[in-house]
T-cell receptor, first 115, second 113 residues
């Protein structure tokens, strides 16, 4: 079974600082990878996804993530955060094949951006 | 287009009772998945249904069951509620089982006392 680890439970940054949130997964086969964001009081929204092709994927609101297969990682980055990026961020993986239709989520990283 | 809708928004039940949660997927989406999110954790997969058939089941006891209707809406039932069932229950829809981009609803907050 696949699992997802998010290294940071809570990250506090000042506006304009750069962001990198770590995500590692455990699964030996082909995977689809996702980052979801949950703003305060709102439901989970898809930030970006990787299915295949270019391992550097760009999402909404200036976010990007890089898939490094050899490291089983899919880290989320943003060059300059804004106060409005305050939210909880979840990394998720879907293992292709073998009838696996579920998304497996990490525990989430809470990001607080200080104006 | 309307997003995924769930009802009710909040629910308070007593231990041992039964509860039914409802979900309507995005128009055109044929697959519905259910997740449980307890405080401080990421969502945990419970079920996926596609074309009224169960396609996947997570590590949850048999007290949890679900079904999907011809209009692709879905219900999640939990019997013999335990305090530990208190959580946010999320429904997600996708176009089919091979389209893994899932869209989430706002959830139903279940409190078991």
């Amino acid at each position: 079974a696949q699992s997802v680890s998010q290294h940071n439970h809570h990250v506090i940054l000042s506006e304009a600082a750069s962001l990198e949130l770590g995500c590692n997964y455990s699964y030996g086969g082909t995977v689809n990878l996702f980052w979801y964001v949950q703003y305060p009081g709102q439901h989970l929204q898809l930030l970006l996804k990787y299915f295949s092709g270019d391992p550097l994927v760009k999402g909404i609101k200036g976010f990007e993530a890089e898939f490094i297969k050899s490291k089983f990682s899919f880290n989320l980055r943003k060059p300059s955060v804004q106060w409005s990026d305050t939210a909880e961020y979840f990394c998720a993986v879907n293992a292709q094949g073998a009838g696996s239709y579920q998304l497996t989520f990490g525990k989430g990283t809470k990001l607080s951006v200080i104006p | 287009d309307a997003g995924v809708t769930q009802s009710p928004t909040h629910l308070i039940k007593t231990r041992g009772q039964q509860v039914t949660l409802r979900c309507s997927p995005i128009s055109g989406h044929k697959s519905v998945s259910w997740y449980q999110q307890v405080l401080g954790q990421g969502p945990q997969f419970i079920f996926q249904y596609y074309e009224k058939e169960e396609r996947g089941r997570g590590n949850f006891p048999d007290r949890f069951s679900a079904r999907q209707f011809p209009n692709y809406s879905s219900e999640l039932n939990v019997n013999a509620l335990l305090l530990g069932d208190s959580a946010l229950y999320l429904c997600a829809s996708s176009r089919d089982t091979f389209q893994y981009e899932q869209y989430f609803g706002p959830g139903t907050r279940l409190t078991v006392t």
